[in-house]
């Protein structure tokens, strides 16, 4: 069946989030279950006075119900790329320079390319190293781990850490999780030395520093 509109889906999960059964709304706002279920599923398309019940009911202001979703596009060829703490690599920001829950980072090296042989350590509680291609060698303070395609290690930014391309032959691509986001992409601080001022320039060209 086509759907009406696409509230049903908001209306359910700011149900379950509110912690209400469907009887519970069903009894607050003197609809049936059946009906409330159908609007949940996008099947009927209530009355403005029986919408407006149930989000009060379920505690769902009108205008979030009704939101356009937002979003930030980085298109491959415009991601700000940095002069990031290491050698012969490549970094490129997948998250846009605003946002402040998560820094996703890829990273290309090739052969006898890394993080540089100083540990570092960045203010964020959660890394995640994964690795889309290549081999990778990570130190995680005296500990070494080897990664392959795949896998991925989680640990916390604050430990002082390194990492190089593992194989004599072929570049590796990993991507980097941070959370929460890194105050600014561009600023890093090593452990031992003053905080660095990255140089960025958009894929198109043109450069600053921030």
């Known amino acids: 069946m086509a759907t009406l509109y696409p509230i049903g889906p908001r209306i359910l999960i700011a149900r379950e989030a509110s912690g209400l059964s469907l009887g519970d709304v069903a009894a607050k706002s003197g609809l049936s279950k059946g009906f409330l279920s159908r609007v949940e599923r ?9 919408l407006i019940t149930i989000c009060e009911v379920i505690g769902l202001p009108m205008a979030e119900l009704f939101a356009s979703p937002t979003f930030v596009l980085t298109r491959a060829a415009e991601r700000p790329v940095a002069n990031l703490p290491g050698r012969q690599v490549i970094d490129t920001l997948l998250t846009a320079t605003t946002e402040q829950h998560v820094t996703v980072i890829e990273t290309t090296a090739v052969p006898g ?19 889309v291609a290549g081999s990778l060698e990570l130190i995680l ?23 190089n ?27 031992g030395s003053e905080t660095e001022t990255w140089t960025t320039r958009s894929a198109t060209g043109g450069e600053q520093t921030s």
């Open 42 to 50: 996008s099947f009927v398309s209530p009355s403005v006075d029986s």
């Open 141 to 163: 303070n005296t500990e070494i781990i080897t990664l392959g395609p795949g896998d991925a290690v989680t640990f916390n930014g604050t430990t002082p850490h390194t990492w």
């Open 113 to 131: 390319g890394g993080g540089g042989v100083d540990l570092y350590t960045v203010p964020s509680e959660s890394e995640v190293c994964y690795v």
């Open 165 to 191: 391309n593992a194989s004599l032959f072929a570049e590796v691509r990993v991507i980097w999780i941070l959370a929460p986001a890194l105050p600014n992409p561009w600023v890093h601080g090593a452990i």
